[in-house]
């Protein structure tokens, strides 16, 4: 047991710092698209775009490892962690300026995003002492939620885009939202082991599917100027959060702990910290070096 937790941690640090790390690299390499840029400074901000998409792209491995190796809990108990790396990138390289609430929200965030990981790992330890079944799935709960957020999202999406408010929130929270639902899918489609048949597991496949929506809509969010250093914390809010409560809603014996509904509190108020300051509409002062 030891041997595996160590093991999920590794590859759950792997994946936050390479998750995040692209994101900061895509973020710098989104002006590629801008026609204010000229030809060698597009030329240098392709080549950080293409390496962050690749290591955006190619995340699913760690996640697939983990999961084989450890649980989904363990993996994702360190998630947090990677904001930190994405918080010194922005500062360095993207040129954010990122200002005392928007630390301290980012702060709550990672503290409470990485106790939640912790509250997952502690209740899938009592699960397996309880020999408690996950493999119960209510499809009409999940079919529901679903559907719901299928059409909540691209709401909030279209008011946001049209009313230019609060860009790098909402789009960070969609885009989490959607990497909650690839990481919750993946957890089902490997809920019996990891075979052969897990990967013609439709509900397995589909995770790919909310993966890419992920992207998509982050790189999105890049494009309409969004702040780095905001979008990411929204989006690692959900991407944790998400999991907890859709898991706990599909999965038949699941338990969500008031300790998980502290800590959600926790990261609420950090979302709340980090956007009581209008998002600057455009980002002009990425170093060109």
């Given at each position: 047991m030891a041997g595996n937790l160590l093991l999920g941690i590794l590859f759950g640090l792997f994946n936050t710092t390479q998750l995040h790390v692209a994101k900061g690299m895509e973020r710098y390499g989104i002006e590629i698209f801008s026609r204010k840029q000229s030809l060698k400074e597009k030329g240098k901000k392709s080549l950080v775009y293409t390496i962050g998409f690749i290591l955006n792209q190619t995340i699913f491995i760690w996640q697939i490892i983990g999961n084989a190796v450890s649980t989904a809990t363990v993996f994702s108990a360190v998630f947090g962690i990677g904001l930190i790396v994405l918080m010194i990138f922005s500062k360095k390289y993207l040129k954010e300026d990122i200002q005392k609430l928007e630390l301290m929200g980012a702060i709550l965030i990672i503290i409470g995003t990485i106790f939640v990981g912790y509250t997952l790992f502690e209740l899938e330890l009592f699960y397996q002492e309880m020999e408690i079944d996950q493999s119960n799935i209510n499809w009409a709960n999940f079919l529901i939620i679903i559907?719901?957020?299928?059409?909540?999202f691209p709401?909030?999406?279209i008011f946001s885009i049209k009313t230019s408010i609060a860009i790098s929130l909402i789009f960070g929270l969609v885009a989490g939202a959607c990497g909650g639902i690839d990481n919750t899918l993946k957890h089902l489609g490997m809920i019996k082991g990891l075979s052969l048949e897990t990967f013609l597991n439709p509900i397995f496949l589909l995770s790919f599917l909310s993966g890419g929506f992920a992207f998509l809509i982050t790189q999105w969010g890049f494009a309409?100027?969004?702040?780095?250093?905001?979008?990411?914390?929204?989006?690692?809010?959900?991407?944790?959060?998400?999991?907890?409560?859709?898991?706990?809603?599909?999965?038949?014996?699941?338990?969500?702990?008031?300790l998980q509904l502290i800590f959600t509190f926790i990261i609420i108020i950090g979302i709340i910290l980090m956007n009581i300051l209008k998002d600057e509409p455009e980002i002009t002062n990425i170093n060109k070096d």
């Amino acid at each position: 047991m030891a041997g595996n937790l160590l093991l999920g941690i590794l590859f759950g640090l792997f994946n936050t710092t390479q998750l995040h790390v692209a994101k900061g690299m895509e973020r710098y390499g989104i002006e590629i698209f801008s026609r204010k840029q000229s030809l060698k400074e597009k030329g240098k901000k392709s080549l950080v775009y293409t390496i962050g998409f690749i290591l955006n792209q190619t995340i699913f491995i760690w996640q697939i490892i983990g999961n084989a190796v450890s649980t989904a809990t363990v993996f994702s108990a360190v998630f947090g962690i990677g904001l930190i790396v994405l918080m010194i990138f922005s500062k360095k390289y993207l040129k954010e300026d990122i200002q005392k609430l928007e630390l301290m929200g980012a702060i709550l965030i990672i503290i409470g995003t990485i106790f939640v990981g912790y509250t997952l790992f502690e209740l899938e330890l009592f699960y397996q002492e309880m020999e408690i079944d996950q493999s119960n799935i209510n499809w009409a709960n999940f079919l529901i939620i679903i559907i719901f957020l299928l059409i909540l999202f691209p709401v909030i999406l279209i008011f946001s885009i049209k009313t230019s408010i609060a860009i790098s929130l909402i789009f960070g929270l969609v885009a989490g939202a959607c990497g909650g639902i690839d990481n919750t899918l993946k957890h089902l489609g490997m809920i019996k082991g990891l075979s052969l048949e897990t990967f013609l597991n439709p509900i397995f496949l589909l995770s790919f599917l909310s993966g890419g929506f992920a992207f998509l809509i982050t790189q999105w969010g890049f494009a309409k100027k969004a702040k780095a250093s905001k979008l990411v914390p929204s989006y690692n809010s959900l991407y944790i959060l998400l999991p907890v409560f859709l898991e706990g809603l599909i999965i038949e014996g699941t338990i969500i702990t008031p300790l998980q509904l502290i800590f959600t509190f926790i990261i609420i108020i950090g979302i709340i910290l980090m956007n009581i300051l209008k998002d600057e509409p455009e980002i002009t002062n990425i170093n060109k070096d």
